[in-house]
Protein backbone atom coordinates (compact mmCIF):
# COMPACT_ATOMS: atom_id res chain seq x y z
CA UNK A 1 0.00 0.00 0.00
CA UNK A 2 1.33 3.40 -0.92
CA UNK A 3 0.40 6.24 1.85
CA UNK A 4 -1.28 9.12 1.22
CA UNK A 5 0.65 11.48 4.05
CA UNK A 6 4.07 10.90 5.39
CA UNK A 7 6.29 12.74 8.48
CA UNK A 8 9.61 14.30 8.40
CA UNK A 9 12.04 12.67 11.27
CA UNK A 10 12.14 16.79 12.45
CA UNK A 11 8.21 16.57 12.43
CA UNK A 12 8.17 13.57 14.16
CA UNK A 13 10.21 14.96 16.96
CA UNK A 14 7.67 18.24 17.66
CA UNK A 15 4.69 15.74 17.63
CA UNK A 16 6.46 13.85 20.14
CA UNK A 17 6.67 16.87 22.65
CA UNK A 18 3.13 18.75 21.34
CA UNK A 19 1.71 15.15 22.57
CA UNK A 20 2.96 15.56 26.00
CA UNK A 21 1.80 18.68 26.59
CA UNK A 22 -1.42 18.04 24.72
CA UNK A 23 -2.46 14.43 24.64
CA UNK A 24 -3.59 12.53 21.47
CA UNK A 25 -3.74 15.03 18.45
CA UNK A 26 -5.11 15.44 14.82
CA UNK A 27 -3.95 16.95 11.84
CA UNK A 28 -6.13 18.92 9.74
CA UNK A 29 -5.00 20.49 6.45
CA UNK A 30 -5.68 23.96 6.24
CA UNK A 31 -7.97 25.18 2.89
CA UNK A 32 -6.49 28.69 3.14
CA UNK A 33 -7.99 30.09 6.18
CA UNK A 34 -4.98 31.57 8.63
CA UNK A 35 -1.90 30.22 7.74
CA UNK A 36 -2.47 29.38 3.79
CA UNK A 37 -2.60 25.68 3.34
CA UNK A 38 -0.54 24.59 6.45
CA UNK A 39 -0.90 21.87 7.88
CA UNK A 40 -3.04 22.57 11.66
CA UNK A 41 -2.46 20.03 14.28
CA UNK A 42 -4.99 19.93 17.38
CA UNK A 43 -5.71 18.32 20.45
CA UNK A 44 -7.70 15.41 19.56
CA UNK A 45 -11.77 16.66 19.69
CA UNK A 46 -10.70 20.35 19.46
CA UNK A 47 -11.93 19.86 16.03
CA UNK A 48 -15.58 18.23 15.18
CA UNK A 49 -15.27 16.30 12.11
CA UNK A 50 -17.99 15.81 9.80
CA UNK A 51 -18.51 13.79 6.12
CA UNK A 52 -17.56 17.11 4.76
CA UNK A 53 -13.75 16.04 5.85
CA UNK A 54 -11.73 13.27 4.28
CA UNK A 55 -9.12 11.23 6.63
CA UNK A 56 -6.66 10.45 4.34
CA UNK A 57 -3.96 9.03 6.58
CA UNK A 58 -2.39 8.98 10.08
CA UNK A 59 1.36 10.95 10.93
CA UNK A 60 3.24 9.38 13.26
CA UNK A 61 -0.11 8.28 15.02
CA UNK A 62 -2.12 10.69 14.25
CA UNK A 63 -5.08 11.23 11.87
CA UNK A 64 -4.59 13.46 9.53
CA UNK A 65 -7.85 15.10 7.37
CA UNK A 66 -9.03 17.51 4.76
CA UNK A 67 -12.01 18.82 3.61
CA UNK A 68 -13.58 17.02 0.68
CA UNK A 69 -13.41 19.51 -1.59
CA UNK A 70 -9.90 20.28 -1.06
CA UNK A 71 -9.15 16.47 -1.25
CA UNK A 72 -10.32 16.75 -4.95
CA UNK A 73 -7.24 18.80 -5.97
CA UNK A 74 -4.81 17.20 -4.11
CA UNK A 75 -5.69 13.48 -4.49
CA UNK A 76 -3.43 13.12 -6.79
CA UNK A 77 -0.45 14.43 -4.69
CA UNK A 78 1.69 12.40 -1.97
CA UNK A 79 2.05 14.66 1.22
CA UNK A 80 5.17 14.93 3.53
CA UNK A 81 4.56 17.04 6.66
CA UNK A 82 7.49 18.54 7.88
CA UNK A 83 8.53 21.96 10.00
CA UNK A 84 10.46 25.44 9.45
CA UNK A 85 11.09 27.91 11.30
CA UNK A 86 9.00 31.04 11.53
CA UNK A 87 5.79 31.74 13.61
CA UNK A 88 2.32 30.99 11.39
CA UNK A 89 -0.41 32.97 12.40
CA UNK A 90 -3.26 29.75 13.24
CA UNK A 91 -4.74 28.17 15.69
CA UNK A 92 -1.94 25.22 15.55
CA UNK A 93 -0.82 24.07 18.75
CA UNK A 94 3.33 24.48 17.36
CA UNK A 95 3.46 28.10 16.80
CA UNK A 96 3.61 29.06 20.80
CA UNK A 97 7.52 27.21 19.59
CA UNK A 98 8.75 29.53 16.79
CA UNK A 99 7.80 26.77 14.16
CA UNK A 100 5.30 25.97 12.07
CA UNK A 101 4.25 22.44 10.63
CA UNK A 102 4.74 23.05 5.82
CA UNK A 103 3.52 20.80 3.50
CA UNK A 104 5.46 18.90 0.60
CA UNK A 105 3.99 17.42 -1.74
CA UNK A 106 4.89 15.39 -5.31
CA UNK A 107 2.53 13.67 -7.63
CA UNK A 108 1.94 9.93 -7.40
CA UNK A 109 3.04 7.49 -10.36
CA UNK A 110 0.68 5.18 -12.27
CA UNK A 111 2.01 2.67 -10.54
CA UNK A 112 1.29 4.14 -7.15
CA UNK A 113 -2.29 5.72 -7.75
CA UNK A 114 -3.25 1.65 -8.31
CA UNK A 115 -1.95 1.03 -4.92
CA UNK A 116 -2.89 3.87 -2.45
CA UNK A 117 -4.73 3.42 0.81
CA UNK A 118 -8.32 3.47 0.56
CA UNK A 119 -9.99 7.39 2.74
CA UNK A 120 -12.49 7.25 4.84
CA UNK A 121 -15.36 9.70 6.18
CA UNK A 122 -14.33 12.14 9.18
CA UNK A 123 -17.06 11.28 10.76
CA UNK A 124 -15.90 7.83 11.38
CA UNK A 125 -12.37 9.05 12.59
CA UNK A 126 -12.13 8.42 16.37
Known sequence: MVHR???SPEARDVIDQLREQNGPLLFHQS???CDGSAPMCFARGELLLDDNDVWIGEIHGCPF???????????HTQL???ITKGRGSSFSLEIPL???FIIRSRLFTDEELAQLVPVRKGSEVT
Not at 65 to 75: A, C, G
Request: hydrophobic share 40%; proline share 0%; net charge neutral.
Open 80 to 82: TVG
Open 98 to 100: GIR
Open 31 to 33: GGC
Open 65 to 75: LMSNDQFEYWK
Open 5 to 7: VLV
